[in-house]
């Protein structure tokens, strides 16, 4: 088993105002539509985990969420990527449930919907709450610096960090890559 947890705000798209973005807004980061689709050849099961206090604050609905997801869905698909599942948080940090990332609660539950144990995922993204969940439940960590503003997430040294979404996906999923390669004559 091969289970991708992606984070979506900043890692599959541009972070809004206050990390919303807006059905209008949201715009894949360069290279995540065929990256998604290089580790799905590679047979990994992606999903994605977000936190979305928006909608615990009354800032948007469920329907403003799903459709930014159909949205993103549509994308993937036109490339020959799919996203498996989405999971979200919708509580307010002043709710302190154990869903909203840095609990590792969500996660959790997205391994134990695909039967992974802790070592067979992988958690990508480049918020710092999305990788120290990862981290608090013995999950492979690895960071992604796609946007010009990106930190270092300072998570220790064996803590994979990629500058691009390819260059992930090649370290992932290098025979994927090779096998969309045309042939050579």
Known sequence: MKLAILDRIGTLNAEGENSIVALKDWMPQPGVLDAVAQLNRAGWQVT???NQPGIGRGSFDVNELNAIHLRMQREMAAVGARI???????????DACS?????PGMLQQIAHRYGAEPHEVWVIGQDLRHLQAG???GAHVVAL????TAEDPG???NVPQYDCWQALAD???PDA???ASPAAD
Do not use: I, K
């Not at 869903?99 to 609990?103: E, S």
């Not at 610096?145 to 010009?148: A, D, E, G, I, L």
């Open 84 to 94: 498996e599942a989405v999971f979200f948080c919708p509580h307010t940090p002043d």
């Open 48 to 50: 994605l985990a977000t």
């Open 155 to 157: 998570l220790g040294q």
């Open 135 to 137: 981290q608090a439940m």
């Open 177 to 179: 890559q090779q096998a």
């Open 99 to 103: 869903c909203r990332l840095p609990a």
């Open 145 to 148: 610096r796609v946007t010009p």
């Open 171 to 173: 370290a992932l999923a």
